[in-house]
């Protein structure tokens, strides 16, 4: 078995990450949670307190940060300026600003060239909105996952509360879900797009199980 690349993308909430997950598990190959470097990159912009739409302020402080992607037994940890922010990349505040300021092109272009430097020397699922149509274009395998905004936001809401956080409502969780998928498809630079040769992939006809497989069923056999 040679070295392969599974890219998965879609938008936000669509279960891409859980399908990474249970697709990394399934066949014990390593995981990149590419959102995860942009939601660090939103992190770093609130602890600095820089407006994240301004392109002035995210590139200085692109110049003054230091990202680093860790695995400790496979699991993915982001380290910011050497402190360990995986734990602060899924509040709701994170969220919107990562949609703000992974629009800028130093953001991307410093976050896609980490990406590959990671994943070029070992079997890698990735999930993101633009790995298959920047990151990886040459990956062996590409799909595309889709779900409707409203059950997106309900999935979304159920984390929280889960979480703990009961600071939003459906509705509110609906609006930020669409403002990311406008952000996200009409961003200049690396928007998220649909390779025409991705396989589509509806979370929302499958549990977590059955779209980890129908995934697994278009795999060639000496990559299972």
């Known amino acids: 078995m040679g070295i392969y690349q599974i890219a998965i993308d879609g938008p936000s909430g669509s279960g891409k ?5 249970g697709v990394s598990k399934a066949l014990g190959i390593m995981y990149l949670d590419t ?3 942009y939601r660090t990159c939103a992190v770093a912009s609130i602890k600095k307190g820089i407006n994240a739409k301004d392109p002035d ?8 940060i230091k990202i680093e992607v860790k695995f400790v037994d496979g699991v993915q940890h982001m380290i910011l300026d050497g402190e360990d ?3 602060e990349l899924r509040t709701p505040q994170t969220s919107i600003a990562a949609s703000d300021i992974s629009a800028h092109p130093v953001v991307r272009t410093a976050m896609v060239a980490l990406q590959r430097e990671i994943a070029k020397n070992q079997t890698f699922v990735l999930d993101g909105r633009d790995i298959a149509s920047v990151v990886l ?11 409707a ?8 809401l159920a984390e929280l509360e889960a979480a703990g956080d009961h600071s939003q409502n459906y509705e509110e969780v609906l609006r930020d879900i669409k403002y990311r998928d406008a952000q996200d498809s009409s961003r200049a630079t ?3 797009v649909q390779v025409p040769e991705a396989i589509v992939i509806d979370t929302g006809k499958y549990d977590i199980d059955g779209t980890r497989d129908f995934l697994l069923s278009h795999l060639d056999e000496e990559d299972k």
Request: one cysteine or more; glycine letters at 4%.
């Open 17 to 21: 990450s859980t399908l990474a997950k």
């Open 35 to 37: 959102g995860a470097m």
């Open 57 to 64: 302020q995210v590139k200085q402080m692109m110049d003054e």
């Open 85 to 87: 922010v995986t734990g």
């Open 137 to 147: 274009p040459d990956a062996k395998y590409k799909f595309f996952v889709v779900c």
């Open 149 to 156: 905004p409203e059950v997106r936001a309900k999935r979304r």
């Open 190 to 192: 690396s928007p998220l």
